[in-house]
């Protein structure tokens, strides 16, 4: 079996796990884009067990928590381990002319999708317009 070692990746992994002074929660890559009358957020959390992963508004803020645990096996020698353990956070402001109270998620194949609605005070709508006669009066024929 042929390796193939780098040894400069290496000293940069190393050197990026000796630097990381982030002991905190991690950020997760997510997308976020309007489709007609909701925003859809898509999270990428790959390995990370559904019943850790946590969402909460308050107010305007949305917070998403998630848990990766790793994995630990008796009596083997990591040769690489670059997927991060531990936790991860998002939050977003979501502003005002969101329907909090209709928010949605679900996860699925290590992607959590969330739908967020747009309010309906905050929709686009027509205004009719009313035509105003200018006061003279029609002569019929």
């Known amino acids: 079996m042929t390796l193939l070692f780098d040894p400069f ?3 940069d992994r190393a050197t990026e796990r000796l630097l990381d002074s982030r002991q ?6 997510m997308d976020l884009y309007r489709d007609g009358d909701h925003y859809v957020l898509t999270a990428d959390l790959p390995g990370v ?5 946590d969402m909460d508004v308050d107010g305007q803020l949305l917070t998403i928590r998630a848990e990766r645990t790793p994995r630990s096996q008796e009596g083997v020698k990591w040769l690489t381990r670059e997927r991060p353990a531990g936790s991860f956070l998002r939050q977003l402001n979501l502003g005002q002319g969101i ?4 928010i949605s998620a679900s996860y699925e194949n290590g992607v959590l999708s969330v739908l967020i609605p747009v309010a309906e005070e905050a929709k686009p709508r027509k205004i009719e317009i009313q ?8 002569v019929k024929a």
């Open 9 to 11: 990746r290496e000293l």
């Open 24 to 29: 905190g929660p991690r950020l997760m890559p």
């Open 49 to 53: 067990d559904p019943g850790s992963v």
């Open 99 to 102: 329907d909090t109270a209709k």
């Open 131 to 138: 035509a105003k006669h200018s006061g003279k009066a029609e």
